[in-house]
């Protein structure tokens, strides 16, 4: 009788116990469904699907949402967009040849890669110039702009200039069929009796 009421007792508090642990796991999963639901997405309609499968299915309803939900937080997201936009800064900031498309410094006169020029020097302070500069932003020195050949001057430059001749390839034998026009038809004589007079 003892055993009886102690096994019961026993039986009971397991019970409780029993029933306290899986509402506080169940709470738990809930409370940490929430807080994963909102840092991976700024959805409500998904948060909230994330929550209701949760409260109703508890482990299971955990299970789907862990298979179902977003593969990075937004956090995550945010940062990969940062370093991506740091590196097209980056990538956008550094000067490149027009003609080969290399990185060349800032300060190059000539590409190293092609020997394209990309400047000339100022003849005051020697720092590279852009050719669309019309004074050196470093010294303030005006850049001497060549003057415009005339109209006499190129013409005579390209008279003296020989042009190259292209070679010619040979020709091929036709392979189109010629036929010839059809005999055009005489006019008749509007009187038949002005031709039969002689």
């Given at each position: 009788?003892?055993?009886?009421?102690?096994?019961?007792?026993?039986?009971?508090?397991?019970?409780?116990?029993?029933?306290?642990?899986?509402?506080?796991?169940?709470?738990?999963?809930?409370?940490?469904?929430?807080?994963?639901?909102?840092?991976?997405?700024?959805?409500?309609?998904?948060?909230?699907?994330?929550?209701?499968?949760?409260v109703v299915f508890?482990?299971?309803?955990?299970?789907?949402?862990?298979?179902?939900?977003?593969?990075?937080?937004?956090?995550?997201?945010?940062?990969?967009?940062?370093?991506?936009?740091?590196?097209?800064?980056?990538?956008?900031?550094?000067?490149?040849?027009?003609?080969?498309?290399?990185?060349?410094?800032?300060?190059?006169?000539?590409?190293?890669?092609?020997?394209?020029?990309?400047?000339?020097?100022?003849?005051?302070?020697?720092?590279?110039?852009?050719?669309?500069?019309?004074?050196?932003?470093?010294?303030?020195?005006?850049?001497?702009?060549?003057a415009a050949p005339?109209?006499?001057?190129?013409?005579?430059?390209?008279?003296?200039?020989?042009?190259?001749?292209?070679?010619?390839?040979?020709?091929?034998?036709?392979?189109?069929?010629?036929?010839?026009?059809?005999?055009?038809?005489?006019?008749?004589?509007?009187?038949?009796?002005?031709?039969?007079?002689?």
């Open positions: 009788m003892f055993f009886d009421g102690l096994a019961g007792d026993l039986a009971l508090v397991a019970i409780i116990g029993l029933v306290a642990y899986l509402l506080v796991l169940w709470v738990a999963a809930l409370v940490w469904t929430y807080r994963d639901a909102v840092a991976r997405t700024s959805d409500t309609f998904t948060q909230t699907i994330a929550l209701v499968l949760v508890n482990i299971p309803g955990l299970l789907v949402y862990l298979v179902l939900r977003p593969k990075d937080t937004l956090m995550d997201a945010y940062d990969r967009q940062l370093e991506a936009e740091a590196l097209l800064h980056e990538i956008q900031e550094q000067a490149t040849c027009p003609r080969c498309r290399r990185k060349v410094d800032a300060d190059f006169v000539a590409c190293p890669y092609c020997r394209t020029s990309l400047g000339m020097p100022c003849e005051n302070c020697g720092r590279p110039l852009t050719s669309s500069w019309v004074l050196c932003p470093y010294c303030s020195a005006e850049r001497p702009q060549p005339s109209i006499v001057e190129r013409s005579s430059v390209r008279a003296a200039v020989p042009t190259p001749e292209l070679p010619t390839r040979p020709k091929r034998a036709s392979t189109a069929t010629y036929t010839p026009p059809a005999p055009a038809a005489s006019a008749a004589p509007a009187d038949p009796a002005a031709e039969a007079r002689p």
